[in-house]
């Protein structure tokens, strides 16, 4: 564990934010080898029926990976004001919530999977396979949940190491586990949705194991549900639930706009997706990072201690952009590739309009890092309603202006890619606004006694 109210924030900052790189590229290494193995080994239309069950995935669990970030901020606070009882209290009352509200979900998600297919405009070649996939994933969302949760609470008490090491070794098992089924056994989109659920329900037990042998904080002895920590929880979840949520369905009317150019299109956009989110990891990671040291410190009432790790990481997060963007728009062609299928008629289509929409992004990612590291104070700080305001604000412009552009001035694919630069810089300018008037400050749940 670590204690952010004292130390050197620069080295403090980089070195809680390295095991949380490396654990979030794992993550999102899941993912990825999905649609990585399908589209090389199946075909293009098997990487287009993931990439659209993903997002139905992602939007579903998003009101639930929500509210654990949202309790990790309050046992960030409870550990910086020394207040242990009342933080094992949150462990226990969030795992009760939590549970019976993964399984809720997964149920319904599983019985609405095809009417989600349908909503979302999915063709009708890739149809079956996104079905099939949405219902593997989200059958074991309670897995999905667990994992997230305790790997929340770990990083709220600065112990980001425990959970890198299983996720690396499961994130080796998925791929592993695709390979064999897809390439050895031919289960194509079946084979990369059951080798997911397996490598997340081991992470999850893992993960378990590891909070009850070394991180007593997190013990919960006794099983409680305190009423009025339960209070404080959706309120500082709730707005990072309807966050995710509101982010993940503006994704969903992406995914359909997405749909209406073909599953060549798709498929395309799904690969430099993939390499999107994995690029901008360590920008976003720093954020996490952030939110924590502000967390500590807001809560120990060093107000100028948690501003200056803002300075701090705002430095950090623009340098990481400009060094990926350059690396990008030079390896995003070769990157892309290795999600294609060299002997697909359709891969050199796949491969231009996946390489021009990535192009678009990443000459921009300089704005991402703005937002997110006023994002990532904000959280800290307490202020959860503006955290989750600027990032959906970011997302609703890019979903609007991408049906502008393609339904109004007829442009194609690419119009998807110009639209994000645009919700960054002006909710980026909000953001820097917001902060200088101090519109966040007094908004911590609790401060050292």
């Known amino acids: 564990m670590e204690d952010f109210t004292q130390g050197r924030i620069t080295r403090q900052i980089m070195l809680f934010a390295l095991p949380m790189l490396l654990g979030n590229v794992f993550q999102q290494l899941y993912s990825m080898a999905d649609a990585m193995v399908v589209g090389r080994y199946v075909g293009g239309n098997a990487l287009a029926a993931v990439g659209v069950a993903m997002t139905v995935n992602q939007f579903l669990t998003a009101v639930l990976i929500g ?30 919530f939590l549970a019976v509200l993964s399984v809720v979900i997964g149920v319904l ?7 989600l297919m349908r909503l979302l405009n999915a063709d009708p070649e890739i149809m079956d396979d996104a079905v099939l996939y949405t219902r593997i994933l989200l059958g074991g969302m309670v897995f999905t949940v667990f994992y997230n949760m305790y790997t929340a609470y770990l990083r709220a008490l600065g112990d980001s190491k425990g959970p890198l090491y299983i996720l690396i070794c499961c994130t080796l098992l998925n791929i592993v586990l695709d390979l064999i089924f897809v390439v050895v056994f031919r289960m194509d989109v079946l084979g990369v949705a059951v080798a997911t659920i397996i490598a997340q329900m081991i992470s999850a037990v893992l993960c378990y194991i590891h909070t009850l042998r070394n991180v007593p904080l997190l013990k919960v002895k006794k099983i409680v549900f305190d009423r009025g920590l339960f209070g404080s929880v959706i309120k500082y979840g709730a707005p990072a639930a309807v966050q995710l949520s509101l982010v993940n369905l503006a994704s969903l009317s992406i995914t359909r706009l997405i749909n209406s150019f073909g599953p060549n299109a798709m498929a395309g956009i799904t690969a430099a997706s993939k390499i999107d989110q994995l690029a901008i990891m360590p920008v976003s990671t720093v954020s996490m990072a952030l939110s924590t040291f502000v967390a500590q410190n807001m809560g120990a009432g060093k107000e100028d201690r948690a501003k200056k790790g803002l300075r701090t990481s705002v430095i950090m997060m623009v340098m990481l952009a400009l060094l990926l963007s350059g690396l990008l728009l030079y390896l995003s062609p070769g990157l892309i590739s290795m999600f294609l299928n060299p002997e697909e008629a359709a891969t050199t289509e ?100």
């Open 350 to 449: 796949i491969l231009t309009l996946g390489r021009e929409y990535l192009s678009i992004i990443v000459a921009f990612y300089f704005l991402f890092a703005f937002l997110f590291a006023f994002n990532g104070f904000f959280r800290g700080a307490g202020d959860a309603v503006i955290a989750m305001v600027f990032p959906v604000t970011s997302l609703t412009i890019r979903a609007a202006l991408a049906h502008v552009l393609v339904e109004f001035a007829g442009m194609g694919p690419e119009a998807l890619a110009w639209s994000i630069p645009a919700g960054w810089g002006l909710c980026s300018l909000g953001s820097l606004v917001y902060y200088k008037k101090r519109c966040w400050a007094g908004k911590q749940i609790t401060t050292k006694r």
């Open 67 to 96: 509210l654990t970030t949202g309790a990790s901020v309050l046992i960030s606070q409870f550990y910086g004001a020394k207040d242990h009882d009342r933080l094992r209290r949150v462990v226990s009352t969030s795992i009760i």
């Open 109 to 115: 998600g599983v019985a609405l999977a095809p009417a």
